[in-house]
């Protein structure tokens, strides 16, 4: 199935395009649906040379260690864009990629990217942008597994999915609107899941964390301020 004209005007990348020219590209897309679990691409396959967007749902972003320790990189949004090596690299894909949920993921043929990229060379401005914010985030990630504690790692997790991927106000508390097990936010941070537990009772004077991965922050100031680095009381 192909890509509508609606569908890709929508994706940041592609904002700047006139009707005609996502018209030229929507014939050089494809839509393809993933089931909850099921694996979009694994570590080291040798993948397509497409631009990869995630249309709606979320991915999980994760690599596999030589002793076999799983460690999430990332979580995909509807938006997103990934596997940058099918455009820019030597075409392996650097991490596994599951879906979180069922989701669409929509594909453009890289030759005909590249057509559109010299019409209107602020597509690759907008790609590069992205990528060079991915660096960026690698960077904090690199830097705060070296020197930052783990109770204040685990606190930016929480801002950042607060801030960035949606929250809601309940009873003067802000909640979390994804949901994340003990696992997965362990093995986003670099910790063992019996010591993110830890962590929590740490954190339950101020951020409440339920069975089924909800959190409940009530303090939002006082989880800012161990976010960036300020003792807690």
């Known amino acids: 199935m192909k890509a509508t004209v609606e569908q890709l005007a929508k994706i940041e990348i ?3 395009l006139n009707p005609t020219e996502l018209e030229r590209l929507q014939e050089h897309t494809a839509i393809r ?5 099921e694996v979009v691409m694994y570590e080291g396959d040798r993948i ?5 967007t995630l249309l709606s749902g979320s991915l999980r972003v994760a690599k596999t260690a030589a002793a076999g320790k799983e460690t999430i990189l990332r979580t995909l949004f509807q938006g997103d864009i990934f596997a940058a090596p099918a455009l820019l690299g030597n075409g392996i894909a650097p991490a596994t990629v599951t879906a979180e949920t069922d ?8 030759e005909f990217l590249l057509a559109a ?3 209107n060379p602020e597509i690759a401005l907008r790609i590069l942008a992205v990528f060079n914010q991915r660096l960026q985030q690698l960077h904090e990630t690199v830097h705060g597994l070296v020197s930052e504690r783990a109770i204040v790692r685990l606190a930016r997790f929480i801002h950042y999915f607060g801030v960035e991927q949606g929250r809601k ?3 003067n508390s802000v909640c979390l609107e994804k949901r ?3 696992y997965q936010i362990a093995r986003s941070i670099g910790i063992s899941y019996e010591e993110c537990v830890r962590l929590f009772k740490k954190l339950k004077p101020f951020v409440s964390y339920s069975r089924g991965g909800k959190i409940i922050v ?9 976010a960036s680095g300020d003792e807690i009381d």
């Open 180 to 182: 994340f097990p003990y």
């Open 103 to 110: 989701v669409e993921v929509l594909t453009t043929e890289r």
């Open 33 to 37: 649906s993933y089931r909850q679990g």
């Open 14 to 16: 592609f904002t700047s």
């Open 169 to 171: 106000m309940a009873d």
């Open 218 to 226: 009530l303090d939002w100031e006082k989880l800012e301020n161990l």
């Open 48 to 52: 397509p040379e497409k631009l990869y």
């Open 117 to 119: 990229i010299r019409e």
